[in-house]
């Protein structure tokens, strides 16, 4: 475990992100991104709330999409509370936390926006779900408590004692060379003419995502992968080349 | 174990009773007491805030004193970041939660104003010490996270299976009647001379309720120990009225 990113998409209130700020470094945690914030940045009213943390003990930087802030995590958790009918683990705080641990790479949470929560397509990028257990009729969880109980459960977690190790043999791979592989399948799937009807394309897509988002792919499998791919494409081209028409 | 009561004590900002309540709400928790809300109640930030778990889905009660606002707990901890010099356990989140569901009678956890935090009175009243493992450099949580972090923990322990079973044989007793019995015994030293010179009786008289608090006193041990000073008074005055002069 390296030190877990928080990952703020589309965030709109200045003072939730201030909010947020305070309490990661109420729990010692430095890295806030942000992704596309409403109100741009820097944000006077993020600073006021974060009652010192912004600009010095927290360090903040901005994204324009998903992918680039993740890029440089090996494993992803998306925070919601909504079921998405993906097929990825969920997992609880303290479950979450210890994966996290369990991991010899940089992790990411997303948090998603105030009203509209992370889209699935910033979900489909996640290796798994971290849920709270929220009641049913009242499940909106303000954003900077959910950062909040992010940050105290990967505190606590490291209050008791040292991460488990490793049970994998390679660490899994930086999370912008899963994309990369992700949108190279896509495009030569598209060039297949594989989403089709394309109003499908989307969730046809998704769940390709999810589907490997959840099997923690290593730098060397994706590599592999990649090569497979382009061996398909060429293949393909070489098919149609040699085809009587 | 029962619900809950999180008291609030002397509350200032309207905004932060608000969010406490939302995040109650989100995790099923409808017991929210306030001692001497600075602003009065009710109180239209503390609703606006609330995004509709006030006035409705959490019930508050008002009370002038912290005596008062856990005269019915059985078991009450104190949240507080600042070491106190008091002989009390402290826990962790998790292990607060898991002396809450050890015991089969009313549980309330006292928060403190959003500055000044839990009047040492307030925390001499306390059976143990909730604390956050909190950056010594960045300590203050905003209350209205701190409730998140404790309703949070409460609601994660009772998904992980039933409680433990209660290993005393008698369950504690309501705080009102160890209240009253360390009244009765401070008012029979205070007869008696006991708090000497004046300005030591605060502090003489916390250390008192700091050990009486931690002894889990059941009402028959209360109401034996109330026996016991009645007889000592009487004892001392009868001594007083036969010996000579």
């Not at 200045?14 to 430095?30: C, K, P, S, T």
């Not at 006077?44 to 998903?66: H, I, K, N, Q, Y």
């Not at 089709?196 to 988002?213: G, I």
């Amino acid at each position: 475990m390296t030190s877990t990113a928080f990952i703020l998409v589309a965030p709109q209130m200045g003072e939730n992100i201030g909010a947020a700020a305070r309490v990661m470094a109420n729990f010692g945690l430095a890295d806030l991104r942000l992704v596309a914030p409403r109100d741009g940045w820097p944000n006077p009213a993020a600073e006021t709330m974060s009652a010192g943390a912004l600009p010095d003990v927290v360090a903040v930087t901005v994204f324009e999409t998903v992918e680039q802030a993740i890029a440089d995590c090996g494993f992803v958790l998306a925070t919601t509370a909504r079921p998405r009918g993906m097929e990825k683990p969920v997992y609880g705080a303290a479950e979450a936390v210890a994966r996290i641990r369990a991991v010899p790479v940089r992790a990411g949470v997303l948090f998603g926006a105030e009203r509209a929560g992370l889209p699935n397509e910033a979900v489909a990028l996640a290796d798994a779900i971290l849920s709270f257990p929220v009641a049913a009729g009242f499940a909106s969880l303000n954003l900077a408590q959910a950062v909040a109980l992010v940050a105290h459960a990967i505190v606590e977690a490291g209050d008791s004692g040292p991460p488990p190790a490793f049970e994998g043999v390679d660490a899994p791979a930086p999370r912008h060379e899963l994309i990369a592989m992700m949108e190279h399948f896509e495009a030569e799937l598209d060039r297949a003419g594989f989403f089709f009807p394309p109003e499908k394309r989307a969730p046809m897509a998704q769940n390709l995502r999810n589907a490997f988002t959840r099997a923690g792919w290593t730098s060397q499998e994706v590599s592999t992968f990649r090569g497979a791919i382009k061996a398909l494409a060429l293949g393909r081209g070489k098919a149609r080349v040699s085809r009587p028409e």
